[in-house]
């Protein structure tokens, strides 16, 4: 069973930053995309960005131009570089894995934007 470590969450204030971290614990083959999605409380998980493995990427339209997915193939780790935090923000941040025999979640790592 392959395990997603995520890393990176906190608390941080509005207009600050933080990356996001993704690593799987052992190779997987055949992925077709990994991404980034996200809980607030009371709401439903929400895909945030997600990456392909040729590179080719997609936000939702809340994050554009403020966060930045990015990955490394070889060691099948995705990231999140997330700027210009808003409080609207804070959630829980799930990576997943899509590949040809199904896909894999992370356990979450929490985000919280507040002053």
């Known amino acids: 069973q392959v395990q997603l470590v995520e890393s990176g969450g906190g608390l941080v204030q509005p207009g600050g930053s933080l990356r996001l971290s993704c690593a799987a614990s052992?190779?997987?083959?055949?992925?077709?995309?990994m991404g980034w999605y996200r809980q607030a409380p009371g709401k439903q998980r929400e895909l945030v960005a997600i990456?392909?493995?040729?590179?080719?990427?997609n936000y939702a339209e809340s994050v554009k131009g403020r966060f930045t997915i990015s990955r490394d193939n070889a060691e099948n780790t995705v990231y999140l570089q997330m700027n210009s935090l808003k409080p609207e923000d804070t959630a829980v941040y799930y990576c997943?894995?899509?590949?040809?025999?199904?896909?894999?979640w992370g356990q979450g790592t929490h985000v919280t934007v507040s002053s």
């Open positions: 052992r190779s997987i083959f055949n992925i077709y995309f």
């Open positions: 997943k894995i899509d590949f040809r025999g199904g896909y894999y």
């Open positions: 990456i392909t493995t040729g590179g080719t990427t």
